[in-house]
T-cell receptor, first 116, second 116 residues
Framework: AQTVTQSQPEMSVQEAETVTLSCTYD???????LFWYKQPPSRQMILVIR??????QNATENRFSVNFQKAAKSFSLKISDSQLGDTAMYFC?????????????FGAGTILRVKS | NAGVTQTPKFQVLKTGQSMTLQCAQD?????MYWYRQDPGMGLRLIYY???????DKGEVPNGYNVSRLNKREFSLRLESAAPSQTSVYFC???????????????FGAGSRLTVL
């Protein structure tokens, strides 16, 4: 079975500093996607960043970047210049691509608090 | 575009009552999903529908039924609600394939269900 592990239940960071959220996953598949989703107090699930497993280059989206280590099955999220609006629950997830029925598997989440 | 719309947003039930959560998407996505979110457990897949006319069990299907009414709509039914089904429920959809924007899960706003 595929699993996703986020080992940090809670983290905090000062505004304008950098923070890294950890994620590891377990799969025997070779073709998959990895995601980070953000869930602010509004409860809405918002896509932060996506990485295709076949791409060696790490994905970046403005202040958000990932460190994708395929051999180690690690997918960490780095948030630079943290802002108060980054306070949220962050979920790591991965999806195996199949001809029939792609399923997204989520980790338990990391609560990030940005302090002023 | 409205994206993914879930109703109701909040519901309180008594043990043994039944109810249906409705979900509709207007993005012409082929696959749809129902997840539940519980503290410390991330999002767990209840049921999914890879395409119109098909449904499959996810990780936690017991106590639930689903109907993929057409390509747009995917409903989740609790036939006899139990306190263990108190949770936040998310509907999501995805377009699979190679086109830009494919293989990214889009979520509804969530439905908070309390079973007394």
């Amino acid at each position: 079975a595929q699993t996703v592990t986020q080992s940090q239940p809670e983290m905090s960071v000062q505004e304008a500093e950098t923070v890294t959220l950890s994620c590891t996953y377990d799969t025997s598949e070779n073709n998959y996607y990895l995601f980070w989703y953000k869930q602010p107090p509004s409860r809405q699930m918002i896509l932060v960043i996506r990485q295709e497993a076949y791409k060696q280059q790490n994905a970046t989206e403005n202040r958000f970047s990932v460190n994708f280590q395929k051999a180690a099955k690690s997918f960490s999220l780095k948030i630079s210049d943290s802002q108060l609006g980054d306070t949220a629950m962050y979920f790591c997830a991965f999806m195996i691509l199949r001809v029939y029925g792609n399923k997204l598997v989520f980790g338990a989440g990391t609560i990030l608090r940005v302090k002023s | 575009n409205a994206g993914v719309t879930q109703t109701p947003k909040f519901q309180v039930l008594k043990t043994g009552q039944s109810m249906t959560l409705q979900c509709a998407q207007d993005m012409n996505h082929n696959s749809m999903y129902w997840y539940r979110q519980d503290p410390g457990m991330g999002l767990r897949l209840i049921y999914y529908s890879a395409s119109e006319g098909t449904t499959d069990k996810g990780e936690v299907p017991n106590g639930y039924n689903v109907s993929r009414l057409n390509k747009r709509e995917f409903s989740l039914r609790l036939e006899s609600a139990a306190p263990s089904q108190t949770s936040v429920y998310f509907c999501a959809s995805i377009r699979t394939g190679e086109r830009p924007g494919a293989n990214v899960l889009t979520f509804g706003a969530g439905s908070r269900l309390t079973v007394l």
